[in-house]
């Protein structure tokens, strides 16, 4: 009968592993512990305080359009976006889908750059940043339509959405 002894060296991978897999849980636990909810807890997140607006679609029409249409060159921005001294989202409570959606003009605009909609979504939700700020405001991802670098620092996020209370 043979008998196999593990050696000391034998154990410490797995106890490497296991202090690895604590280690990177625990920055998650403490967010968790702080509450994402607390303005406090956002302003240190995101840097900066948001500012949240609503707005009828027909009043920035001609903003949200055109942020559409350079949805492209702001993914980019997007994705290189680390500090930022102003959000603002703007809440087209109007296009918001419990009211029918966007008005034709801007799901036009929205379907010609879907492609590009869909990945500006996908960058904001990767941007620990931006995800904060617009979660805060209980703003998913999805109802984001376009967003707009007017000034250094500042960027507008423009939802079809209307705030939860």
Do not use: C
């Not at 050696?7 to 106890?15: E, G, I, L, Q, V």
């Not at 240190?44 to 492209?72: P, W, Y």
């Not at 976006?81 to 034709?104: H, M, N, Q, Y």
């Amino acid at each position: 009968m043979t008998s196999t002894t593990t050696s000391p060296d034998a154990r410490w991978p797995h106890a490497i592993a296991a202090a690895a897999f604590l280690a990177a849980s625990l920055p998650q636990a403490a967010l968790n512990a702080q509450g994402r909810e607390s303005p406090e807890t956002v302003d240190r997140i995101v840097g900066s305080q948001v500012n949240e607006e609503q707005a009828k679609t027909t009043a920035e029409i001609g903003k949200v359009s055109s942020a559409i249409d350079r949805t492209r060159e702001n993914i980019g921005t997007v994705r290189k976006t680390s500090k930022l001294d102003k959000v603002d989202i703007v809440f087209l409570t109007d296009a918001a889908r419990s009211e029918g959606g966007p008005p034709p003009v801007i799901e036009n605009k929205v379907r010609q750059h879907k492609d590009d909609v869909a990945e500006l979504r996908k960058e904001i939700e990767a941007n620990a940043l931006l995800f904060n700020a617009i979660d805060s405001r209980r703003l998913a991802a999805q109802d984001v339509l376009a967003v707009a670098f007017d000034d250094p620092g500042k960027i507008v996020i423009y939802a079809a959405a209307k705030p939860s209370d």
